[in-house]
């Protein structure tokens, strides 16, 4: 079975802070790695993709990737309110198109 | 930005009806798929589509559900007799390949069942 898992949360930071989004997936034949951002009631928008292990940074994003550890992980620096949103992570396994979404952590950044 | 789009963005139908949920994928991709997301749930994956077939389905897409591209824009979901755990958020998406850098999603429809 190809679970991937987050926290639930919520996750609050204070604005202007660095928020750190953890997820955990189960098939080591796990080959690539998605986080999407979803406000409520609203689609997931693709954030950002990571394929190989170590960081991939975009902006205010950073995606790190260990797959010995199975563990994936999103920054957010410089945290803004308009960043309150509920984080997918999402694996796509070695086998199959489709992905396997994680349940979500919600994250608040207050004024 | 291409987008997907999907219609209608909000359908309410009575239990045993049949519903057509439907999407028009980005011009140039190539797969396509169905998701949902039942309230305060995961997003979970229903069928890919690829060549004018199921190229993978979950346990979840069973008789009831079929999906079909009847032109070449339009790639719709079916839902033959709609029971109350269907009322979900439907998400279409498509990409370019298989192994694509993420998917692009519709904006979504949202089907209550009652």
């Known amino acids: 079975q190809k679970e991937v898992e987050q926290n639930s949360g919520p996750l609050s930071v204070p604005e202007g802070a660095i928020a750190s989004l953890n997820c955990t997936y189960s098939d080591r034949g796990s080959q690539s790695f998605f986080w999407y951002r979803q406000y409520s009631g609203k689609s997931p928008e693709l954030i950002m993709s990571i394929y190989s292990n170590g960081d991939k940074e975009d902006g205010r994003f950073t995606a790190q990737l260990n797959k010995a550890s199975q563990y994936v992980s999103l920054l957010i620096r410089d945290s803004q309110p308009s960043d309150s949103a509920t984080y997918l992570c999402?694996?796509?396994?070695?086998?199959?198109?489709?992905?396997?979404f994680g349940p979500g952590t919600r994250l608040s950044v207050l004024p | 930005e291409p987008e997907v789009t999907q219609t209608p963005s909000h359908q309410v139908t009575q239990m045993g009806q049949e519903v057509i949920l439907r999407c028009v994928p980005i011009?140039?991709?190539?797969?396509f798929y169905w998701y949902r997301q039942i309230l305060g749930q995961k997003v979970e994956f229903l069928v890919s589509f690829y060549n004018n077939e199921i190229s993978e389905k979950s346990e979840i897409f069973d008789d009831q559900f079929s999906v079909e591209r009847p032109d070449g824009s339009n790639f719709t979901l079916k839902i033959r007799s709609t029971k109350l755990e269907d009322s979900a958020m439907y998400f279409c998406?498509?990409?370019?390949?298989?192994?694509?850098?993420?998917?692009?999603f519709g904006s979504g429809t949202r089907l209550t069942v009652v």
């Open positions: 998406a498509s990409s370019e390949n298989w192994d694509s850098d993420g998917y692009t």
């Open positions: 999402a694996a796509h396994f070695n086998y199959g198109q489709n992905f396997v």
């Open positions: 011009s140039n991709h190539l797969y």
